[in-house]
């Protein structure tokens, strides 16, 4: 069971960002001003070899050591960038291997995530052949906004196909902060305040948390054959899962089911497709329940968006993860599910 229920104790985290100890814009006290003052609670600083502490002096922050090293050479001739927090080690920059680096941080009890994938060039054995990290970056800003390779969800569910156990994080690698394009406070994680650096780890390699560029989760329970989701108003919900299992719902299919459902032939058509469907509309709140054999939905949405989805079905295998889009085209993810 996977299970998040946000309050006003969560705080946005940025776990990968740089400061003028290697090639950042900003010294490292201005990187953590910059995110303190919007909202942020957790901060990682990870320059490029060089791990710098002492930096924050705000009591609402927790501050996670960390550094980026690039290490080895992929299928197509590139390093590996690997993202290190939790270790004051600067002898890992003496590594030359990345699954040395992987293996002297999972050692400290650290945690590795790979960066950027697709900046990167990654292809999917690159991933596949290193073992022990916690997970990938699925969003990175600056890749995004500089060169347009700033996604890698497809790399993300060809490991979880594959039956590995990989968690999805966004993230800024911000550099430029106040210089177009603009590429800090653009992909974040949430997750309940820590109350120090070691919690905060543990939170991190147990999934606890979600990732996002705008949408928020105000709660979310995936099992093995459910999901219950209420979150800002979003454009679309996608339940993802293994091959072509899952499940897309959109405002504009939403759309045109409630404008087929009012006239009488076209909701005899819609028998065709579905076991039942019903349609309420109260306040501005339009819930729909639909069951189509495989599985039921109940969608709430107004005029602004979805707000609430609430899906069961059985068509799901190995994994199980959601993701929420909102108009101005920002997505928020959970982490996986692993199924039997």
Known sequence: MYRLVV???WVKGSLHCHSTSSDGHLSPRDVADYYVSRGYGLLALTDHGKITTNFVNDENCTV???IEVSKGQSKLGEPYHIVALGVDDPSINNLTSPSDVIDKV???????IIAHPSWSSLVHEDLASLKDYDGIEVYNTGCDVEVA???AVSHWDNLLSMGRECLGYAVDDSHRYFVPPIDANGGWIYLEKPDDAATALKMLKKGQFF??????FTSLEMSDSAVRLRCSPVTRVNVVSHNGRGLCISMSDLGCLLKAWKIPSERQKMAQRYKQVE???ENKVTTIFLDEIAWKAKIAFSPRGIEQVEVESRIF????RVEASDLQGRTAWSNPVYLK
Do not use: F, Q, W
Not at 106 to 112: P, T
Not at 317 to 320: H, K
């Open 64 to 66: 996670l050591t960390g």
């Open 279 to 281: 349609v309420n509309a």
């Open 211 to 216: 990732s996002s560029t705008g949408p928020v």
């Open 106 to 112: 999972k050692s400290a009890e650290g945690l590795v």
């Open 7 to 9: 309050d006003e104790n």
């Open 149 to 151: 390779k700033g996604h």
């Open 317 to 320: 295998i190995r994994y199980m």
